[in-house]
Nanobody
């Protein structure tokens, strides 16, 4: 069974950086597409960044130019490098993987695999 595990969250001052990791610690999983979501208290879950199996990358407008998603297939790990962090980036960040090839990100969110989340707090 696929088990996604996020790590790297923490408390950081505004303007600081963090790098989140999402590793599959379960059964080998051939699908390499991943998405990062976040959810702040009282707010809806937000899609932050995606990387397709073919390497296509997209970002939410709110994080463009500050966040970078990348992947190391050999390590079964996807990263989210977050720079110039703002208080509004405070949220629990989740990693999502599709359960079937060619899934839309919406379908992957509904039917795919999720990690337990990692808390990111940006505060002075």
């Amino acid at each position: 069974q696929v088990q996604l595990v996020e790590s790297g969250g923490g408390l950081v001052q505004p303007g600081g950086s963090l790098r989140l990791s999402c590793v599959n610690s379960g059964s080998p999983f051939s699908l390499t597409a991943r998405a990062w979501y976040r959810q702040a208290p009282g707010k809806q879950r937000e899609l932050v960044a995606t990387i397709s199996s073919g390497g296509n990358i997209n970002y939410a407008e709110s994080v463009k130019g500050r966040f970078t998603i990348s992947r190391d297939n050999a390590l079964n790990t996807v990263y989210l490098q977050m720079n110039i962090l703002l208080p509004e980036d405070t949220a629990v960040y989740y990693c999502n993987a599709p359960s079937s090839p060619g899934s839309s990100w919406t379908y992957a969110a509904e039917t795919g695999y999720w990690g337990q989340g990692t808390q990111v707090t940006v505060s002075s």
